[in-house]
């Protein structure tokens, strides 16, 4: 069963997807079902392994193209919704054993031109309001299929996080007509000291209100609203700062840390949103090396964060780290 | 950027994308002609003049 939901207390959408509970959780060993078919793997989802980077539809979709009828009937105060949308799969490498800040520059960049495709593509599907890019990486944040790959969930809606993102982003450009993220990344700029890395026209810096402990935004100094926007050489220029960011965070500790990345982009609901400013944003679970941060009770709850550490001092670790990487090819 | 699309038996669509060599080496090439050299770089380059001083 697989339908919308809406939360009258919280005013958003909730996806029911019971089918996902079949999904695969650790397959067997020596089994990846994302390596690409062989007579010795037999069957993957991938049937050869000839290609640079591959995208498919999730065998267990949270949205679906053709979704079936909400099995329940909804009521006026609590709507129900068929669960229209797509979920598709990234692989970044037929190489099993790569990571993100494994691949070398040019291989980010094929990705982030795919990613610049699949942003056009689902968007221009009229049905689809919001294309959310990201990656969840390691254990912690759940996943059990580590061969390098990344997913993108293009919704019927703009879900609510990105949704106040775009209230905040409006309200600050009608009461002072500049760009809200402008104008932080330019104070970062100013101060420095949360500052990581400042190169071809991108910017990664902790914010100053960061939630995670290591949290690291990826900013073009360009105000544009998304990857279609993005010019060639700006495109190698992500690449570029998206592996120096991820070689830092895996020389923190001294393991392929884990993370979410996500990609922050305009909604493709038809509507103009000038005023929104693209920013890539890495949210790693880890507080120290072995410690996570849970979302517990303030946080899942009551959607208030608290960040265990100071984001100048995280930053400045991160910019040790970043000084122990060797090579940013 | 080619795009190869096919249907699995289960009606899913797969996208192979390959690159050729060819369009990848203007835009490094035109990246590196506008990126400013690497501040370490930079040093040892300084380091290296200052040497044959």
């Known amino acids: 069963m697989s339908e919308m939901r809406w939360h009258p207390l919280l005013g958003q959408w909730i996806i029911t997807a019971t089918h996902r509970q079949r999904r695969t959780y650790h397959p067997p060993r020596g089994y990846c079902p994302f390596c690409p078919s062989s007579k010795a793997r037999g069957f993957t989802e991938v049937p050869r392994g000839d290609y640079d980077v591959v995208v498919f539809e999730n065998r267990f979709p949270t949205l679906q193209q053709h979704p079936p009828r909400p099995a329940e ?54 049905f689809v309001k919001y294309v959310l890019i990201f990656e969840n990486k390691g254990a912690p944040v759940g996943v059990t299929l580590t061969h390098p790959h990344g997913q993108i969930y293009a919704f019927p809606f703009v879900p609510p996080l990105l949704m106040r993102e775009l209230a905040a982003s409006r309200r600050h450009f009608l009461q002072r007509g500049s760009c809200l993220l402008c104008d932080l ?28 402990p290591y949290e690291v935004h990826v900013v073009p100094q360009r105000h544009v609203q998304d990857l279609a926007q993005f010019t060639d050489e700006e495109r190698w220029a992500l690449a570029r700062m998206l592996k120096r960011v991820t070689q830092s965070y895996d020389a923190l500790f001294g393991f392929s840390l884990p993370y979410m990345m996500l990609l922050h982009q305009q909604p493709t609901d038809g509507r103009r949103h000038g005023h929104y400013h693209f920013h890539v944003e890495f949210l790693p679970p880890n507080r120290t090396a072995d410690k996570l941060k849970y979302l517990a009770s303030s946080e899942t709850g009551a959607g208030s964060f608290s960040n ?22 | 950027m080619k795009k190869k699309q096919i249907r699995k038996p289960d009606g899913r669509y797969l996208i192979y994308y390959t690159f050729d060599p060819s369009e990848l080496a203007p835009v490094e090439e035109k990246w590196r002609a506008e990126a400013r050299p690497h501040r370490k770089h930079r040093k040892a380059k300084r380091g290296a003049k200052g040497r044959g001083r």
């Open chain 1, 185 to 212: 990344t330019a104070r970062e700029r100013r101060e420095g000291e949360r500052m990581l890395f400042a190169q071809d026209g991108f910017d990664a810096f902790v914010p100053f209100y960061a939630r995670w």
């Open chain 1, 73 to 126: 009937p909804g009521a006026a105060l609590t709507p129900v919704r068929p669960s229209k949308g797509i979920c598709e799969v990234v692989l970044y490498s037929p190489e099993h054993r790569q990571t993100f800040a494994g691949l070398d520059i040019a291989q980010i960049y094929k990705l982030v031109r795919v990613w610049t495709d699949r942003y056009a593509a689902l968007g221009a599907r009229r």
């Open chain 1, 308 to 329: 265990d550490t100071l984001p100048e001092q995280t930053a400045a670790e991160l910019r040790r780290a970043a000084r122990r990487v060797k090579s940013d090819r």
